[in-house]
């Protein structure tokens, strides 16, 4: 009785793995999902880890070359780089983690009052969304870079600002196709306030895309981040970040190129994990959604 | 048609307007006053009200927007701070070097990704198939910069084939595109994975359809079905995606532009933010928002010129 029971419940087509070995299932994202601990434990982990102080000037021994004592070398300013590139590790997925937070939060309040909200105002915010969304957004950065000047916190405003209208975006669509379900119909009817059909109602049935959105945008920010950093817009020094280790390395591309070589794996490695990672998890939970585009 | 072409240019150039005013007010509001920022902390008052009335920050906001719009509609986008010069000067002079990198990566990673997008809906569920999408999310994942680093050290530094800085002799074709090889290249190669897996994407859905399976019924050859009969089709999302790819790719251009001292947009106005010279950020987000803006209503144009329903849904 039970089992005929089960089988007109659940859904048609492909047996579900759970989780975390449909993940594992597949050779690239059980890479990537090893890549991805391994930056995260690197973070949290990063002052035990590292053999040096990040910061620490010893320019006696500046642009010293792989060695025992230093196995990534040394900087310009004798600063032992391994120790840079795990504080680095920090640095980027700080930053990531608090922007895409913050954007995804405002995306979603946002994209609920426009969904659900009176038109005029789903006007307003589409309006301001588009426009937001129809910035070159590296342009729109700049800008408020030189209004607020470089710095940990304008890099997480810049982030935040430049990415959670396309998290608006999805969620209203989202919202409105909801709106009139007979559900939410429902509850009106038995006089449900608004913010009780927004927050217990509809919000947990419109987080799960924009939980996948923004696990793909991580690789982006982290990119972002890096890449300000290079042009000395992003993080202050002496704060580590790949992005400076890599601007260092390239100003003395000639004489030291392991700093450079070693500034960019990190990235490149954050940026592949993290990636792979995000596709596997679209792909499990919800593979209608479109791939990020390249930086 | 005509309705929604109004409708989309006029919500561009009031995009256009809602930046500028919203930049300004980020200037006004913000606090600190950008003088003292600018020539550091003992600058003389002289010094500060001079630099001040250079930037036309002693008017009122409200008049500093209009004026900077009054101006701008006449082809003046204001004067550098410290050299004087104009800044539309500025911007015409970088712009063409801009252009040229975006347009040659764009070019490049068509000619590459559609190929391979193509050769993966032929070849799909083979090794090949799987090797390009593999590759395809690899490339798009590294960062543009990273790349342009690297084969900065590679061909530059270590094998000397390719001048490391700058974009070449002016007049002097073979030098100019020795100079514009490792910045295009560095550009296209994540849009070619992207470009690739959007062209098989959008191609496998067109493969189930019944022109399709007639053409097969003929007895037509694979490669000529898919670049004959499916390519046609499933190009036009295609083309939306390089016009606000072309957007992208002129932001990626401001890293790579850093890391070979090319003198494009992207090194105007990362100096210009790192010596705080307002109007020549103002003026060059201006001219970038404007292309921008541009390219994309041209591709929204273009696609509903090609797709009727497009113009339908344009109220949602």
Sequence with gaps: ?295 | MLAYAVKRIGLGLLILVLVMVAMYAAVFLVPGDPATVALGPRATPELKRLLIERMGLDLPVWWQIVEFFRNALTGNLGYDVWSNRPVSTLVMEALPNTLILGLTALAVALLIGVPLGCLSVMRRGTLADAVIGVLSVGVIAVPSFVVAIYSLLLFAVTLRWLPAIGAGETGDIVSQAKALVMPAAAIALGWIGYIARMVRASMMEVMGEPHIRTARSFGLPEWKIVSKYALRIAIIPTISLVAVGLGSILSSAVFVEAVFARPGIGKLITDAVNTRNYPVVMGTVLIMTAIYVSITIAADLLIARLDPRVRDVFRG
């Design chain 1, 1 to 295: 009785m039970s089992s005929v029971a089960d089988a007109s419940l659940s859904v048609p087509g492909r047996q579900r793995l759970p989780l975390l070995r449909a993940l594992l299932a597949d050779p690239f994202t059980g890479v990537a999902l090893v890549l991805v601990a391994g930056f995260l434990i690197t973070a949290i982990f990063a002052p035990w880890l590292a053999p040096y102080s990040p910061v620490k000037i010893d320019v006696l021994h500046k642009l010293q070359p792989p060695s025992v004592e230093h196995w990534f070398g040394t900087d310009h300013l004798g600063r032992d780089l391994l120790s840079r590139v795990i504080y680095g590790a920090r640095t980027a997925l700080t930053i990531a983690m608090v922007s895409v937070a913050i954007a995804g939060a405002i995306g979603l309040m946002l994209g609920l009052i426009a969904g659900y909200g009176p038109r005029w105002l789903d006007a307003i915010l589409v309006l301001s969304f588009d426009s937001l969304n129809s910035l070159p957004m590296i342009m729109f950065a700049l800008a408020i870079i030189t209004v607020l000047g470089a710095g940990t916190g304008t890099l997480i405003i810049v982030i935040a600002a430049t990415s959670f209208p396309s998290y608006a975006r999805l969620i209203r669509a989202q919202t409105l196709a909801l709106k009139n379900s007979d559900y939410i119909l429902a509850e009106r009817l038995l006089d449900a306030s608004p913010a009780r059909i927004i927050f217990i109602h509809l919000l947990p049935n419109v987080v799960g895309p924009l939980i996948i959105l923004l696990s793909m945008d991580i690789p982006v920010v982290i990119m972002v981040e890096a890449g300000l950093s290079f042009l000395g817009l992003g993080v202050r020094p002496p704060t580590p970040s790949w992005g400076s280790i890599l601007y260092d390395g390239y100003t003395s591309i000639r004489s030291a190129p392991f700093m450079v070589i070693f500034g960019g794996l990190p990235l490149v490695l954050a940026t592949l994990g993290f990636t792979f990672l995000g596709e596997g998890l679209r792909d499990y939970l919800d593979p209608r959604l479109q791939l990020r585009r390249p930086g």
